[in-house]
């Protein structure tokens, strides 16, 4: 048996299978949220990206399936990979939010905000690889 059978398989503990569920269960969230209210997200756009509202609404399709295929054995590795590039993919937004104080949902949000969430965007991205089996760093056995 391989390392990604094994991981796949019964042996998988508990703790990633929760942690899948939540990162899961996130995402479909704010996917959703994305769908039902893009206006919300328009402020903090980078001014570079093309057609905003549509790539808002098109970032909530991509939460939602993600957050789906993660539950879904046969496609986790590819929705593990493709959650982790779009955490990556919105980190200018994060940016741009951060730096331009943006006021969202008539708040504006300070830099005991802003900082933790740049921060946790690398976590982010290993969470989303580490749950859905791409990785088992830094929990791997060594010699093992």
């Known amino acids: 048996m391989n390392e990604r059978q094994r991981i796949s398989g019964a042996t998988e503990s508990l703790v ?5 569920l939540v990162l899961a269960l996130a995402y479909g969230f704010v996917g959703y ?3 039902k209210s893009p206006e919300g997200f328009l402020p903090i756009m980078p001014e570079f990206v093309p057609f905003p509202r549509e790539v808002v609404l098109a970032t909530g399709v991509a939460e ?11 496609v986790r590795v590819a929705a593990a990979w493709g959650l982790a590039a779009y955490a990556v993919c919105v980190f200018p937004a994060n940016i741009k939010h951060a730096v331009e104080g943006i006021a ?14 740049l921060l946790a ?5 290993w969470w989303a690889l580490w749950a859905g089996g791409v990785t088992d760093w830094p929990f791997r056995k060594r010699g093992g």
């Open 121 to 125: 965007q690398p976590v982010i991205v």
């Open 16 to 20: 990633r299978r929760l942690a899948r």
């Open 104 to 117: 969202l949902g008539g708040q504006v949000a300070g830099m005991g905000y802003h900082v933790p969430r």
């Open 33 to 35: 949220v994305h769908l």
């Open 64 to 74: 939602i399936a993600g957050a789906i295929g993660l539950m879904i054995p046969r």
